[in-house]
C-alpha cells in the first residue's frame, strides 16, 4: 500500500494570473519523494478528488497546478486556506472512462492509434473525453475522437513530435 501524504496550505496564484493556481507541496514532503520531477498523485483537496502530477520549481520546491474544475470542486479561490491528502500512483497507470473504452473496443483503428500513444498523450486525450458531466456528452466526444483519429485531424496527427 502506498504511503499518504497530508498537508496544509493556501491556494496561490502563479505567474500573477488568477486562472493559473497552484498549491505547493511543503519541503518536508518534497524530500520523502522519490524522485525529482513531475510525480503521479491521486488524492483530495479540502475533500475534492484529483489526479495530477506534482511538479517542481527551479528552487526544488514542489507544487500541484490547480484548475478551474478542481477550485469548483474544492470550493476555493486564490489566497484560500487548503487541505491535501495525496498518495503517489504508477504513472504508467490510466483509468479511462467507460465511454472512450467502449468506442475503443468497437473502432479497432481508432484503438490501434490511441494505444500507440504514450501514456501521458492518452491521458490528455481521456481527460477532454471525461472533463464533462453528462454520459451523452462523454459518449459524443468518445466518437468524435475516434472519428478525428481515423481522419488524421488531432493536432498531433498534424503535428508530430
Known sequence: M???FSFHSTLEPLSGNPSYTGITVPAEIVVQL???GRLRCKGTVNGASFNLAIQGRKNGAGFLMVGGALRRAA???AGMPVFVEFE???PDELELPEELLEVLTQD???SRFFYGLSVAKQRGLAHYVQSVKSTDSRIKRALEL???IK???LYMQ???D
Do not use: C, F, Q
Request: charged letters at 50%; aromatic letters at 0%.
Open 2 to 4: 502506498s504511503k499518504t
Open 151 to 153: 481522419n488524421g485531424e
Open 108 to 110: 479497432e483503428d481508432a
Open 88 to 90: 503517489l500512483v504508477d
Open 34 to 36: 522519490p524522485e525529482k
Open 146 to 148: 475516434a472519428r478525428k
Open 158 to 160: 498534424k503535428h508530430p
Open 75 to 77: 470550493k476555493i479561490k
